[in-house]
């Protein structure tokens, strides 16, 4: 047990609900002090886990608000510890009445990730489960929910549990012979274990190969428009934000600075950017927009290549295909104005361009196409729900434990003494344990849990 936190859990904006969350030594205690049930009863003996309508109190004994308390008693929990909740009326003045009431009667300011961080030092989480409570927090997309409520659930953690437990085994083993080089050990059979390693590698391949989707599925992917001026660029950023985001003119150069908002398009996370012209220009405003326009590309994981199919192609339109299939990233050749008639010069230059796809901003024609397109790109994959590696902290675990089994196999194969085999496969095991939190330092734990939001 440790000292009691308490935070509001519901963000400082006026709403309906409020909720106050309280966690750690005394807590119920504290409760006692600042809610009175209707039906008189002290706060410790409140049946757990049900909904009691009460008062809550200032330090006077004078009502803030009437509420609802929830006592949640050790260890069923989400800290792991004595627990409490507050759901109050959501104004941001009464929410923080009630907190500074509790602060008097003995509780202090829980700080960022504080109550998840609990739950993983009190074994109610491991690491990915935790970390899945912020990617759940601050999901995009439906399918990213999903991936993080099943982490939540635990599924990553069962994909790397049977991994442990055969590092666990081969390490025991060669510690015995290591430790006991006179005895006749028949448990070391090179051949399992060399099979068992083999296996491990397999499945942390199979892990690495998700990185690509999992950093689509939660940060997106970074999108660039680019083209030259007045192709329809911001009427197509515009198309597919759902809402006049940028300016459009008729007047070449109107975009002058990067222009940037999330959207979805064929249930992909874009973090779309519209960009001024591809030219050469002696405007210095506009000069410095296509130096961030060529940034753009360079930051970009995905590159749409906007033009005017109406229009005869210029020197202007060729530069920006060629940037884009120069960039070495996937691009999409987008044949913007396909309402009017298309210009038969245009044609004859795009004909050997692909990826093509041909769209009216204007009207909405064609975006299915592209939806189409960006989906084929970024497909979701065969891998089920939740066993995704998300961010770059656990690829790198995941990626030193593989290379590590990588070098054990080649010990094992190569004849080498057992506390060679030993050394990597230790290493192995502590890079996984750093994935799951059994092995992980406090300053990384720290650093992990400074991302969340308070109350959580």
Known sequence: MSDLIAAIATGQSRCAIGIIRLSGDDCFAVCDRVFRANSG???????????????????????????L??????????????????????SPVVLREVLLSLFRAGAR?????????????????DLTEAEAVIDLIDAETAAAARNAAAQLDGALRRVLEPLQETLLDVAARFYAVVDYP????????????????????????????????????????????I?????????????????????????????????????????????????????ETSDAVERLGVERSRRAVEDA?????????????????????????????????????????????????????????????KTGEGLDALESAVRELFPDGDSAPGTLLTDERQEAAARR?????????????????????LTDAEEALDAVGELTGRTVKEELVSHIFSRFCVGK
């Not at 070391?188 to 491990?200: D, G, M, T």
């Open 301 to 361: 994981d995905l590159i749409f290549v906007v033009e005017d199919g109406s229009a005869v192609p210029t020197s202007e339109d060729t530069d920006a295909v060629r940037v884009a299939a120069e960039s070495g990233k996937p691009w999409i050749f987008v044949q913007n104005k396909c309402d009017l008639p298309v210009n038969a010069s245009f044609v004859e230059w795009a004909g050997a361009i692909t990826p093509t796809v041909r769209v009216s901003a």
């Open 41 to 67: 009863k002290a706060f410790p003996v409140l049946p757990p886990r049900s909904m009691v309508l009460g008062s809550l109190l200032d330090q006077n004994g004078n009502a803030i608000d009437h509420a």
């Open 227 to 279: 083209g030259r001026p007045n192709a329809g660029k911001s009427s197509l950023f515009n198309a597919l934000a759902g809402f006049e985001r940028v300016i459009v003119t008729d007047i070449p150069g109107t975009t002058r600075d990067t222009v940037e908002e999330a959207i979805l398009c064929g249930g992909v996370l874009l973090r779309l950017t519209d960009t001024a012209g591809l030219r």
């Open 109 to 125: 300011q829980a700080t960022a990730g504080e109550f998840t961080k609990r739950a993983f030092l009190n074994g109610q989480l």
């Open 401 to 421: 434990a593989r290379d590590a089994i990588a070098r054990a196999y080649d010990a094992l194969q190569s004849g080498f003494t057992p506390d060679a085999v």
């Open 69 to 90: 308390a929830v006592r949640f008693p050790a260890p069923h929990s989400y800290t792991g510890e004595d627990c409490a909740e507050f759901h109050c009326h959501g």
């Open 182 to 225: 006179d005895e006749d050990i028949e448990d070391v059979r090179p051949e399992e274990i060399a099979a068992a390693l083999s296996k491990s590698m397999e499945l942390l391949d199979n892990l690495l190969g998700t990185c690509r989707r999992g950093r689509v599925l939660k940060s997106g992917v970074r999108t660039a428009i």
